[in-house]
């Protein structure tokens, strides 16, 4: 924003950005549905998209066909978007909290959609009405709101809003807990402790039509907002003094965040590190401005938790590593890293 | 710009921290506002931004009143430098000035050279010209403090309010900014500490337990009385015969004169 690039310029600039961008998030998913637990050849990959994509009629395994169209193709979507929708959470929140550590999964928004979506699957509260991601909405929102009050009443600051967060997860997960304790059979309880530590493998093209809408709305919704992000450097107060309409711009961009972190726990479960690390990653790479940081971190997340996918089904042949545990596996030593790299720049 | 204010006010639980301040700065005007710690002087200054919630009576600019107009009107016509504002956050010296297009801006209007102009201008009147690319967190508190006065004048607002902008500044820099706010067409309401630098402002308002004490030209405002019953401390009027200004020496009351 600040380079004096003419705006015939500028357009050009963002168009090749955004190209770039492009091709490398298609690579990304290109690896993530070739690798696996048999990696697959090329040629029978490209055979099964083109046959599906353009009905171009080549001759392929009806198996193989099934497993990249069927299974591997939307559960790579799925995971671009879940990571580039728990990236731009983590980015809006650092934003608007002004604390380094806020992303959903600490600020208790995960945990509450977690037990939203617990409560509707085992307790059946409105399971028709609102379905698994309705209630995943409710409460992650719920959650939001109780931790947003007890920051404030704490007395409102960035470090009130983690701690309150913390208390926040911690009573999210206990409720979960207990539900599954009091309503769930043995089976079900194993398959979703299995599910709240991260799971792809039951996703289908139905939930790619739900996860990629909401990330590349979210996406929409925060560049719409990276000016008044990026005033909310100096603070709430700063920013309202920048012609911010503070209040509204709050409401938006945590209902996005909300509906982003709600629609990916609720179809892969709670995955951690994502929203901490990538957006670090991502300003050190690009800078503190949104209007960069913003399509860096959704691209960086995107393309971040495919490979923890391929990691989760390469890593133990035979059997699927939970992805959450993959990217608390990479993500923990990662921000260590980010934390000793970024000392003297924040 | 003209800002006014009628009756005015903020409470803090149940407790005035200001109230009843009917003022009126007039277009091109500085007004010092004075008084001593925890008189209200930001209070008052974040109630003329318009960033104070619940506020109690009302500003107008040029008889508008300020909660009927948009953040963004407001923010095109007020810039307001706050007593302390910082961040964590990585981001160059030329990046927190160009904050201050941030009303000028849209999506279908983006940063161009005209902002960029405006913005380098902006610098160059702080003396920050060369140090556009340091990293914020590298900065001193003056130079930080400059970098904020620089994002307010890219603002290019008719109104500006400062918060004891003077502080953590060398004095070539503070009487350096005390020049170029005098030289700006812009009504200007500058809080200050320093009473013999208040003396240069066109009229003093002076604060004393958040109400209005006096508001008139310095001289009659800061008499031997107000001194010692708002600031309590003894001052004589010492005057430099080279262009006959009025400089106070202050002493503590308990002192032998
Ligand atoms: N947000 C607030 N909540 C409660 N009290 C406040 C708040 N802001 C300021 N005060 C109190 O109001 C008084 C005036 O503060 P302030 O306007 O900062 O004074 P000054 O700038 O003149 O030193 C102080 O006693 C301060 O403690
Ligand atoms: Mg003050």
């Known amino acids: ?42 040629a029978t990959v490209h055979a099964a998209l083109a046959n599906n994509l353009w009905g171009a009629g080549l001759p392929v395994d009806a198996i193989d066909q ?115 304790a009091k309503s769930a059979n043995a089976e079900q309880a194993r398959g979703i402790i299995f599910w709240l530590l991260g799971n792809l493998s039951g996703v289908r093209w139905p939930d790619v039509t739900l996860a990629v809408p909401v990330a590349i709305i979210g996406l929409c919704v925060c560049l719409w907002h990276m000016r008044a992000l990026d005033a909310f450097t100096f603070g709430a107060d700063a920013a309202s003094s920048l012609g911010i309409a503070v209040r509204r711009v709050q409401i938006v961009l945590i209902g996005a965040v909300t509906l982003m972190t709600a ?63 993959v990217t608390a596996l990479v993500g923990a030593p990662g921000f260590a890293l980010i934390l000793i790299r970024g000392r003297g720049r924040t | 710009m003209r800002i006014a204010t009628y009756n005015l006010g903020w409470a803090s639980g149940g407790r005035p921290i200001v109230e009843g301040i009917t003022l009126e700065v007039k277009s091109g005007e500085t007004l010092g506002l004075i008084g001593p710690n925890g008189s209200g002087k930001s209070t008052l200054l974040r109630l003329l931004a318009g960033i104070a919630p619940r506020p109690q009576g009302h500003v107008t600019l040029e008889g508008e009143d300020l909660r009927r107009m948009k953040r963004r009107d407001i923010a095109r016509r007020i810039a307001f430098v706050e007593q302390q504002a910082d961040t964590a956050e990585a981001l160059r010296v030329r990046d927190a000035v160009a904050l201050g297009r941030t009303p000028w801006l849209s999506p279908l209007a983006p940063f161009g050279a005209a902002d960029a102009a405006i913005c380098a201008k902006a610098l160059a009147h702080v003396g920050m010209a060369q140090m556009a690319d340091r990293s914020w967190s ?79 030209p310095p001289a009659e405002v800061l008499t031997q009385t107000r001194l010692g019953r708002i600031f309590r401390v003894g001052g004589r009027a010492l005057h430099d015969p080279t262009d006959g200004a009025t400089q106070f020496r202050f002493h503590c009351l308990e002192d032998p004169l």
Do not use: K
Request: aromatic share 4%.
């Open chain 1, 263 to 325: 629609t990916m726990v609720s179809l892969v479960g709670s995955i951690g590190f994502v929203g901490l690390v990538i957006p670090h990653a991502a300003r050190l790479l690009v800078g503190p401005r949104h209007g960069r940081l913003l399509p860096a971190a959704a691209l960086a997340g995107a393309v971040f938790l495919i490979a923890a996918d391929v990691a989760s089904r390469m890593l133990i042949p035979g059997q699927v590593v939970p992805i959450g545990v």
């Open chain 1, 66 to 180: 099934g497993i990249i169209w069927s299974y591997r193709v939307p559960r790579t979507l799925v995971a671009a978007a879940c990571g580039a929708g728990l990236a731009l959470a983590g980015v809006v929140l650092q934003a608007l909290v002004r604390n380094a550590l806020a992303d959903p999964y600490l600020l208790g928004v995960s945990a509450g959609a977690s037990t939203g979506a617990v409560a509707v699957t085992i307790l059946g509260i409105g399971a028709g009405a609102i379905g698994i991601s309705g209630g995943a909405f409710l409460g992650a929102a719920l959650a939001f709101g109780l931790v947003a009050a007890l920051a404030r009443a704490a007395g409102g600051g960035p470090a009130q809003m983690v701690l309150a967060g913390i208390a926040g997860s911690q009573l999210f997960n206990a409720l979960t807990s207990f539900f599954i």
């Open chain 1, 1 to 42: 924003m600040s380079q004096t690039v003419p705006p015939a310029g500028l357009a050009l600039h963002v168009a090749l950005r955004g190209m770039a961008g492009g091709a490398v998030l298609l690579l990304a998913v290109l690896a993530g549905v070739i690798l696996g637990e048999t990696p697959l050849p090329w």
């Open chain 2, 138 to 216: 590298t900065l001193s508190g003056g130079e930080r403090q400059r970098v904020h006065i620089a994002r307010a004048l890219a603002q290019r607002p008719q109104v500006m309010l400062l918060d004891e902008p003077t502080n953590h500044l060398d004095i070539h820099h503070q009487l350096a900014l005390l020049r170029l706010i005098s030289d700006l067409p812009v009504t200007v309401v500058i809080a200050l500490h320093d009473l013999n630098q208040a003396m240069g402002c066109d009229r003093l308002a002076v604060m004393e337990g958040g109400r209005l004490a006096a508001i008139g």
